[in-house]
T-cell receptor
């Protein structure tokens, strides 16, 4: 498996609190992605990055922000978590654009009460 | 916006039976990718198809890309319990940035021994 580490793996928090998820890669890949996975919706793109400090929105970006200050790290922040953001979050990396396969981390299971 | 649909959403088979999942895009795709996600796991890249009418095989799995490059299928011959999981197709975003994939909603395969 590609060298991708997501942390934490599990988190339970309360509505209104800030939450930051971390994705760390050792592959030196340019592209990094954050997805959420919910029953019946498959994988939906939240934000992605195409280089250090270069990020763009995906299809479900409201309520989320990201930062990439180093090639190896991509952070996803929920500024004020809501129950609708309870989900499994996956980070993925790719060496190229959408013509290249993506490699996923193990995921973070986030519950917001 | 661009949509990628998969049918069926769920399929239950007896071990040894064949299985097929279909993927349909609302737009022409430059390529189609297939991923498998085991229960509790993360999506894993299986294969990429690029050419119109392309057929690729991986042991008992056969992947096809339609002539119009708008649909694809995955066929598993003689299913085994190790085939259990959700199968996703994914195609590049059309009309926007080229660095995003749109994932289908997935087909969950259950195999009864």
């Amino acid at each position: 498996d590609a060298g991708i580490t997501q942390s934490p793996r599990h988190k339970v928090t309360e509505t209104g609190t800030p939450v930051t998820l971390r994705c760390h890669q050792t592959e030196n890949h340019r592209y990094m992605y954050w997805y959420r996975q919910d029953p019946g919706h498959g994988l939906r793109l939240i934000h992605y990055s195409y280089g250090v400090k270069d990020t763009d929105k995906g299809e479900v970006s409201d309520g989320y922000s990201v930062s990439r200050s180093k090639t190896e790290d991509f952070l996803l922040t929920l500024e004020s978590a809501t129950s609708s953001q309870t989900s499994v979050y996956f980070c993925a990396i790719s060496g190229g654009d959408s013509n290249q396969p993506q490699h996923f981390g193990d995921g973070t299971r986030l519950s917001i009460l | 916006g661009q949509q990628v649909m998969q049918i069926p959403q769920y399929q239950h088979v007896q071990e040894g039976e064949d299985f097929t999942t279909y993927c349909n895009s609302s737009t022409t795709l430059s390529n189609i990718q297939w991923y498998k996600q085991r229960p509790g796991g993360h999506p894993v890249f299986l294969i990429q198809l690029v050419k119109s009418g392309e057929v690729k095989k991986q042991k008992r799995l056969t992947f096809q890309f339609g002539e119009a490059k708008k649909n694809s299928s995955l066929h598993i011959t003689a299913t085994q319990t190790t085939d259990v999981g959700t199968y996703f197709c994914a195609g590049p975003n059309y009309g926007g940035a080229t660095n995003k994939l749109i994932f289908g909603t997935g087909t969950l395969l259950a195999v009864q021994p």
